[in-house]
């Protein structure tokens, strides 16, 4: 008997890094509760790297980035800031 998948599923809610926006300083890496963000060397510098079957997309990178490099798929600020308009029904 085997317990292996032919595949799995991660969370959509992981990070996206904007790589000119960052600046490699650890930050997110500390924080994050799961290991899912490593600060890896690049040709441009030290940059934050997502380890996607990790994330658990609880948003602590994002919050916590200085440059606003890091945002979580489907809460950027403007998702986030229409989605209050329509609650309000603001047009």
Not at 23 to 50: F, M, Q, R, W
Request: charged share 20%; net charge neutral.
């Amino acid at each position: 008997m085997t317990c292996s998948k032919d595949s799995i599923e991660i969370d959509p809610l992981g990070p996206v890094i904007d790589e000119a926006l960052c600046i490699g300083c650890k930050l997110c890496e500390i924080l994050c509760p799961y290991g899912a963000i490593k600060v890896e060397l690049t040709d441009k510098g030290p940059k934050a790297k997502s380890i996607e079957v990790a994330c658990k997309g609880c948003g602590v990178c994002g919050a916590s980035c200085s440059t606003k490099a890091i945002t979580m798929k489907h809460y950027t600020d403007s998702q986030l800031a229409a989605q209050a308009k329509a609650i309000l029904g603001v047009v």
